[in-house]
């Protein structure tokens, strides 16, 4: 019988990848990288043996989607931002079987989901980044299922129920996982116009939506989850969240909705990245 051993929120900022390389950003996302290093570390303690990673960067139009190739291995280039991710070489294992399993679950539910193992259906960055720095250090890797969460068509009840379903596979498997909600807070991204003369890389471009965001973060670590959740829809939409934000409905359809009684932890203090808010928290499970 598998396991939910851990449930996370994380950024994927290209900046990232640039905070590693020689530039006038070399060192300016060490937290987050400490971050997604940490959570990693957690994971694999806890026994974690695949992650699930609920991508705000896979653009779904028509039901719900799952990445369970056999096999990852490519060299990706953002079509978003080339100049910031480019030949990024990647290479992780999969887990059909469970990917296979949350659209069989999924579908029992009424939420049409397919499961895909096509070579040429290749991941997106709101994967490979938090893959990547997460397992750089360790020595087991972790699998990797990857779900389409940029959801355009989609309601948040019906990404709550493939929440649920996912749970439901988690524990009808054989597997242990880390349930990774791969998006940001607040997502209004500066104007390009209004970038360069507001240091767009390291500010927000909404007061409004930084305080939302803070405020959701001292509710999470307070465990106030049921003010979130009503708050949630409208969250998503005045604060123009990553995706309309169907990665964090996933994730706390996972966790059990209004009935979770968890806290966050937040792991990487909270910065403002291109205009928008990012953080990496995990949320505690029962024991």
């Known amino acids: 019988m598998g396991k939910l051993v851990l449930a996370a929120k994380v950024t994927h900022v290209p900046t990232m990848l640039l905070s590693e390389m020689e530039g006038p950003l070399k060192g300016l996302r060490k937290a987050a990288i400490d971050g ?19 991508d705000t960067h896979w653009l779904v139009n028509a039901g719900y989607h799952i990445n369970a190739n056999h096999h990852f291995k490519g060299r990706f280039t953002s079509h978003e931002f080339p100049q910031f991710i480019r030949n990024l070489d990647y290479e992780f294992e999969g887990n059909p079987a469970l990917g296979d399993l949350i659209a069989e679950k999924a579908n029992a539910k009424g939420v049409s989901t397919l499961s895909h193992q096509i070579d040429s259906l290749d991941l997106e960055y709101g994967t490979i980044v938090p893959m990547r720095f997460m397992m750089r250090n360790l020595e087991r890797k972790m699998k990797v299922v990857s779900v389409g969460a940029m959801c355009t068509v989609h309601s948040h009840e019906s990404s709550r129920r493939l ?106 203090e909270y910065f403002p990245s291109s205009g928008t808010g990012q953080t990496n928290v995990v949320f505690s499970l029962p024991q």
Not at 36 to 54: C, F, P, Q, S, W
Request: net charge negative.
């Open 36 to 54: 997604h290093a940490e959570i990693g570390r957690r994971a694999m303690l806890a026994g974690a043996d695949t992650a699930i990673v609920l």
């Open 163 to 268: 929440g649920e379903a996912i749970m439901e596979a988690i524990e009808a498997s054989d597997s242990n996982v880390a349930l990774i909600a791969s998006g940001s807070l607040s997502h209004k991204i500066w104007p390009n116009e209004l970038y360069a003369k507001n240091n767009g890389t390291t500010t927000i471009s909404s007061e409004f939506n930084r305080q939302v965001d803070l405020r959701v973060l001292e509710l999470w670590q307070n465990g106030d989850f049921s003010t979130f959740l009503k708050m949630l829809p409208d969250y998503a939409e005045y604060c123009d969240g990553e995706g309309d934000m169907h990665d964090t409905v996933m994730l706390f359809g996972a966790l059990g909705w209004d009935r979770y009684q968890g806290r966050g932890e937040v792991i990487t």
